[in-house]
């Protein structure tokens, strides 16, 4: 790829696109000033735990939405790499050179944690080594929050898992975001006056652990305050279909078959079956209540 030669690059998957990888590319940026070249991140077109574990992979970004928040980032230029079985299973020193392939840039910017080639064997060290082989300075940046503990997307996975969107959230740099298409649901909701929204959100973007949220929902262009539940609500386990309600507040409009994002602001209670319809109105509106007030 010409458009890596002499350049600064920030090599890696940047799920999530958080504070971390803006703190890696912002070094970059700096590079490219400093030395009159491009500054350019260098990632792929597919997480590669979606080719190795699929079935554990819980994304914070799709690969439509990380291309397009890389590009947002103030670099010159987003290169992407195809991942393939075949790349992947590359030594990391071929791996390397097959990469960059006498285009060279003059400065590679990476985690600490970066691993590449087969069996994710090539280390920060190894990049280091193959660098300096090649005229190439490489630098590596162990990320921790003001807490001292790392900012990686596995910790931020970890945190909207166990529901704690609010360090999540600090960590990104911005509230975690869920769009998909609203498909009709059972109707309870509105039979109980809190019409939803219902989404079917794909497992591995399903990063969120179950429970009931508040959120601010964005639709055709304007946004309201949310009550979101996430799961299937036990009450309803043997009909349920949709991964995720959402009720907006001050909203009655049919909207199915339209794409609304939802950015998630705080957790407000785990799912629960409940003993009576009155039972389940009272928490829900109370839940709504919190919305209204909170956000």
């Keep these: 790829m010409d458009v890596l030669r002499h ?5 890696g998957v940047f799920d999530g696109v958080h504070k971390g990888h803006c703190y890696i590319i912002g070094r970059a940026i700096a590079a490219a000033k400093e030395r009159g070249g491009r500054s350019v991140v260098l990632t792929f077109d597919r997480d590669p735990d979606e080719l190795f574990r699929p ?5 914070l970004l799709s690969n439509e939405d990380r291309l397009k928040a890389l590009a947002t980032t103030g670099v010159d230029a987003v290169a992407v790499l195809r991942f393939t079985r075949d790349f992947a299973a590359l030594e990391p020193e071929v791996f390397l050179d097959s990469t960059f392939d006498r285009a060279l840039p003059a400065s590679i910017h990476v985690g600490c944690d970066f691993a590449y080639g087969a069996r994710a064997a090539g280390s920060l060290s190894d990049l280091k080594r193959w660098g300096g082989a090649h ?6 940046y162990d990320l921790v929050s003001e807490d001292g503990a790392p900012i990686t997307a596995t910790r931020i996975r970890g ?3 166990t529901g ?3 360090e999540a959230n600090e960590l990104l740099g911005r509230p975690y975001r ?7 649901g059972r109707g309870e909701g509105r039979d109980l006056g809190f019409r939803t929204a219902n989404l079917v959100v794909s497992p591995q973007m399903r990063a969120l652990g179950d429970g009931v949220y508040a959120a601010w929902a964005e639709v055709e262009g304007a946004r309201y ?3 979101v539940s996430v799961g299937i609500a036990p009450t309803f386990a043997d009909e349920a279909t949709a991964t995720m309600e ?6 009655d409009r049919n909207i199915y078959g339209q794409d609304i994002a939802v950015d998630f602001m705080a957790w407000l209670r785990p799912m629960m079956k409940f003993s009576s319809t009155e039972e389940l109105v009272s928490t829900v509106m109370g839940n709504i209540a919190w919305v209204r007030e909170n956000l």
């Design 225 to 227: 305050k949310a009550a």
């Design 55 to 59: 079935d554990k992979l819980k994304k």
């Design 159 to 161: 945190l909207l898992a």
């Design 178 to 184: 869920v769009h998909g298409t609203v498909r009709e």
């Design 135 to 140: 005229g190439v300075d490489v630098d590596g």
């Design 164 to 166: 704690d969107v609010a």
């Design 246 to 251: 959402i009720h907006l507040l001050d909203f």
């Design 7 to 11: 350049s600064s690059c920030a090599f």
